[in-house]
Structures are given as structure tokens and as C-alpha cells.
């Protein structure tokens, strides 16, 4: 699997790896299908993170770790869409805004995780060359991911404010492909997030707040 972090091309300058570009082209798939709210969102989101995990895992240790915890999140989102209760009348999963106390709980969640786990890259630099934005994207991802699963329209909302330190991040650390496909990312996140903000007042329906996961 050693040609996986071999060298594919050089784009504009910058030398593009097979697993960056392998892994983020696949990353970018899930993204699509969870904008069209395809349950293989998820199956396509983990095997991104097993081979972004061999992109990272000699180099940013954080960054692979990162994908750890991503796969995980991959896990439960199936787990969730596949359990067919969130489902609407068209068999994919319906969305919805999150509630003020969901948004608060993933706010709160966002901002304690952020600090501890750049506390831990500072703690362990070899984990991380970038401690507080490493730390920022990777809680940022989590909470887009779960709110995915939750089929929040919020979840939109989180990957843009992650896009927008994820791209000058990974041009500055050599991850040149990673940096395009966060732009390409942007725009997509904006035309889901327009698609489900949309869908969600046809897919409307009562909401308790504080509902168990």
C-alpha cells in the first residue's frame, strides 16, 4: 500500500499524493449523498477516512487520529439512517433545524472540545503541527457529522465554518489536494445547505425538545 503516499501529479506547483487525492474525492462523494440523503453517505464517508487515515498517519498524527474518530461517527450515521425512523415519505431521511437546546448542546460540545483537544496537541506537539485549528477542524468535523446523522440542516452550517480554516490549513501543511476539494466543498455545502433548509419546512414535523438520540 505504499503507492498510496507516493507522489500522483504536481498541480499549480503544489505535489498531489494518491491518498490525499483518493481519499478527499471520496469525501467528497459522501458529501454529495448526504446532500441527496443517501444512506451510502456513510459507508463512502468511512472508507474516505481509512484512506485519508494512511495519508495522515506517518506525518500528522492528529490529522489520522482524526479519522479515527470520523469512521466511528461514519458507524453511528448509518446505524442512525439505517434504522428508518427519521425516514420521510419519500424513503430518505427527513431533515429538520435543530432545536435551541440542540443547538446549544452542540455549541457547548464544539467549544469545550476545541480547547481540549488542543490542549492535548499542545501537550503532545507530535500529534500536531497546528494545535488550535488541527483542533478546531477536527471537533468542527464531529459536530457536522452528528448533526448529519441527525439529519439537522445545522450540519450545513458546520462544514462551512470548518471549510473555512480547513483550506488554508492544509494548503500551508503540504496537503495541496486536501485545500482544493474544501473549496469545491464550500460550494456544495452551500447548494445542500439551500436544498435541505428548503426541504425541511416540506419534511416539517413536531419536534420535543431535549428528544433522546
Known amino acids: 500500500m505504499n503507492w498510496l503516499n507516493s507522489e500522483a501529479f504536481v498541480l499549480f506547483g503544489q505535489h498531489i499524493k494518491w491518498s490525499d487525492m483518493i481519499g478527499n474525492i471520496l469525501g467528497l462523494i459522501a458529501l454529495a449523498l448526504g446532500w441527496r440523503r443517501s444512506l451510502w453517505s456513510w459507508p463512502v464517508q468511512f472508507l474516505s477516512g481509512l484512506v485519508l487515515f494512511a495519508a495522515f498517519v506517518n ?4 490529522s489520522a487520529g482524526k479519522q479515527v474518530v470520523v469512521m466511528a461517527v461514519a458507524g453511528y450515521g448509518w446505524w442512525r439512517w439505517s434504522r428508518g425512523k427519521d ?11 435543530a432545536t435551541w437546546r440542540e443547538r446549544a448542546a452542540m455549541l457547548a460540545g464544539a467549544a469545550v472540545g476545541t480547547v481540549a ?7 503532545y506537539p507530535n500529534l500536531s503541527w497546528d494545535p488550535w485549528p488541527d483542533a478546531y477542524i ?11 446523522a441527525r439529519g ?25 489536494f486536501s ?21 425541511s419546512r416540506r419534511d416539517a414535523r ?6 433522546p438520540a
Do not use: C
Not at 59 to 62: D, K, S
Not at 117 to 123: E, I, M, S
Open 59 to 62: 506525518h500528522l498524527t492528529g
Open 87 to 97: 425516514q420521510g415519505e419519500d424513503g430518505h431521511i427527513s431533515v429538520r433545524f
Open 117 to 123: 483537544v488542543a490542549l492535548l496537541f499542545k501537550a
Open 138 to 148: 477536527f471537533v468542527g468535523t464531529i459536530v457536522a457529522m452528528y448533526a448529519q
Open 152 to 176: 439537522m440542516v445545522e450540519f450545513w452550517f458546520a462544514w462551512l465554518l470548518v471549510d473555512l480554516v480547513g483550506v488554508p490549513l492544509n494548503f500551508a501543511n503540504g496537503y495541496a
Open 179 to 199: 485545500g482544493f476539494v474544501y473549496v469545491i466543498y464550500g460550494a456544495l455545502v452551500l447548494w445542500g445547505m439551500r436544498d435541505w433548509w428548503l426541504r
Open 206 to 211: 413536531p419536534v420535543l425538545e431535549g428528544a
